[in-house]
Every structure is written in structure tokens, then in C-alpha cells.
């Protein structure tokens, strides 16, 4: 189960329907070795695309040293579909590197960046896909 604040729920709504129609990307970011979403990070999305998103690499590079220093490791990697369900694609299974992760989707499809959308968590270890439950607390 992915728990997290109402506070980052809406974040990472909020960067999904301020990229729409491209599809928007980030990380939350927490204490090495705790599962806790703390540090919101969203980035851009190098291929401003609506069907396909990729991290710049000198941005995600950076950004792997930060949380090294920091004793951080990626709790949540997050992405928007933009005209499609929120469920991983193939090309989202294949980049799944971080089995540790929660890879979260949010559909922005059939709302033009307005809402209601749809908010799903997915642990992806070796191609397998299981869908989680996502629950919202105001605080840890």
C-alpha cells in the first residue's frame, strides 16, 4: 500500500494538470530505508511529448547524486497518461528500474487538464505489474 499526505496527493495532481496536454513526470523522494514520501520533485519532461515522457538525463543524474547526499532514495516515481487510462504502458514496464518504488499514474485523459482524474499506484519488479491500494493521510 502507497501512503501518503494530502499535500503531495495534490502536488502531483497539480504538475499533472499544468503539463496536460503533455504528459508531466517526477519523484517524491524519501529517508533512505523508511517507504515515507517526503521531498515532492517534479521534473521536465525532456521529450514534452503527450504520449511518452522521459527524464533529461543531466536533470536525473543531478538528481541521484542529491539524494545520495541527502541519505534519500525515490519512494514515488510519478507520470500522467494524458489520453489514456492510468496503467502502465510497455514502455513504462520496460523503464521501471527502481523496484523499490511506487511508480504512480495519473490520467488526465478526458478532462482537459480539469479533472476528476485518476490517481493509481503500481509496484513494478522484473515486468510484473500489481496494482496497489493509495491511501491519503494529512500527516505522517
Not at 494530502?6 to 495532481?13: G, K, P, R, S, T
Not at 513526470?25 to 511529448?49: D, Y
Not at 541519505?71 to 489514456?84: F, G, L, Q, R
Request: glycine fraction near 6%; hydrophobic fraction near 35%; charge should be negative.
Amino acid at each position: 500500500m502507497l501512503t501518503l499526505t494530502q499535500a503531495l496527493f495534490d502536488q502531483i495532481v497539480a504538475h499533472a494538470r499544468a503539463d496536460h496536454p503533455d504528459e508531466a513526470c517526477g519523484m517524491v523522494a524519501g529517508p533512505e530505508g523508511t517507504g515515507r514520501p517526503e521531498r515532492f520533485i517534479p521534473m521536465l519532461n525532456a521529450a514534452r511529448s503527450p504520449t511518452f515522457y522521459e527524464f533529461d538525463s543531466g536533470d536525473l543524474l543531478k538528481l541521484y547524486r542529491e539524494l545520495d547526499d541527502n541519505d534519500e532514495e525515490p519512494v514515488i516515481i510519478y507520470h500522467s497518461h494524458t489520453a489514456t487510462e492510468a496503467y502502465p504502458s510497455r514502455t513504462d514496464i520496460s523503464y521501471a528500474n527502481e523496484p523499490g518504488a511506487h511508480y504512480v499514474l495519473v490520467s488526465t485523459a478526458d478532462t482537459d487538464g480539469a479533472g476528476p482524474f485518476q490517481f493509481r499506484s503500481f509496484r513494478i519488479v522484473d515486468g510484473e505489474v500489481s496494482e496497489e491500494e493509495v491511501k491519503i493521510v494529512d500527516a505522517y
